[in-house]
């Protein structure tokens, strides 16, 4: 389709009244028609206290007490923190068991696991 010399002004002349068309008279006006109400004059009464807001030692026990519980909070992590390292085997030198104390014990314990092992082998065989 071609557009004659003329049509294009006509065309950007459309455009442009679209582009700079009013808003709808319902979307100016929220109270849809009805008259407006009386215009009435307010004034505001200042005084010179303050009537709300914390007293400097209510915000000084609310400090107090947040800090109280950050540091409870920190104290349970880290004690949690060196007991599950202990029992992980992640203590380091000063909570590992003397040279042999614990070697015997572990042994008997992996013998008896065996042995255990060993027997319901075996009972699982016979039950067959």
């Known amino acids: 389709m071609r557009f ?3 049509s294009w002004i ?3 002349a459309l455009v442009a009244t679209l ?3 009013p808003g709808a ?3 100016q006006a929220p109270t849809l028609g009805a008259p407006a ?3 009435t004059i307010q004034t505001q009464v200042t005084t010179a206290t303050s009537g709300g807001g914390l ?3 209510q915000e000084a026990l609310i400090v107090a007490a947040g800090i109280i519980l950050i540091g409870g909070i920190a104290v349970a992590i880290l004690t949690d923190a060196r007991e599950r390292a202990g029992r992980l085997g992640h203590g380091g030198a000063a909570t590992e068991p003397a040279a042999g104390s614990g070697h015997r014990h572990r042994q008997q314990s992996k013998q008896r696991a065996r042995a255990k092992g060993k027997a319901a082998r075996a009972q ?3 039950n067959r």
Do not use: E
Request: aromatic share 4%.
């Open 4 to 6: 004659r010399p003329g």
């Open 55 to 57: 007293k400097t030692w």
């Open 25 to 27: 008279a319902a979307q």
């Open 19 to 21: 582009a700079l068309a």
């Open 124 to 126: 699982r065989r016979r």
């Open 37 to 39: 109400p009386p215009q």
């Open 10 to 12: 006509a065309l950007a």
